[in-house]
């Protein structure tokens, strides 16, 4: 019994664990989704600016205005690449809180099927002593029977 009792504390605990994991998962997660919608924006932005460059290069443009706009596109080229460095980190990050979620549901899980285990073997116990009972129990009032009738 008492083994059973420490089956079900480390259930908990590992439950609880199992439950943190998943919120920074998720926590993660929702981190990584935003960096990816910077990174859209980055990208929606440059391609309208090289439109409205496009547009307007047309018309009229200077030389300096030009060096201008390529200087600013360089830029804005660089915080495209940070952004997807700052994807990749998050994405390892994610990757790393998914494989310690999955380990501690795995642990979980394990837990479980020893308890389980623990029971069946505790009820198989159980089983056995009642049934040495009641075999005990017939065997008297066979020979309770048995003398009565002598």
């Known amino acids: 019994m008492a083994g059973i009792k420490s089956v079900r504390l480390a259930i908990q605990v590992a439950t609880l664990r199992r439950d943190q994991a998943a919120a920074i998962l998720l926590q993660m997660q929702q981190s990584q989704s935003l960096a990816q919608e910077q990174m859209s924006q980055l990208k929606t932005y440059a391609d309208e600016t090289e439109a409205r460059w496009a547009r307007a290069a047309q018309i009229s443009v200077?030389?300096?205005m030009m060096r201008h706009h390529y200087q600013f596109m360089d830029r804005l080229h660089q915080a495209?690449?940070?952004?997807e460095g700052v994807l990749g980190q998050?994405?390892?990050k994610v990757e790393r809180a998914h494989?310690?979620?999955?380990?501690?549901?795995?642990?979980?899980?394990?837990?479980?099927?020893?308890?389980k285990s623990?029971?069946?073997?505790?009820?198989?116990?159980?089983?056995?002593?009642?049934?040495?009972?009641?075999d005990e129990f017939a065997a008297m009032q066979t020979r309770r029977?048995?003398?009565q009738t002598l």
């Open 80 to 83: 495209v690449i940070l952004q």
């Open 62 to 64: 200077t030389t300096e």
């Open 118 to 134: 623990n029971e069946a073997e505790l009820a198989l116990v159980q089983a056995r002593r009642e049934q040495k009972e009641m």
């Open 90 to 92: 998050w994405g390892s």
């Open 99 to 115: 494989t310690h979620w999955l380990e501690t549901e795995f642990r979980v899980t394990g837990l479980k099927q020893v308890l």
């Open 145 to 147: 029977t048995a003398q």
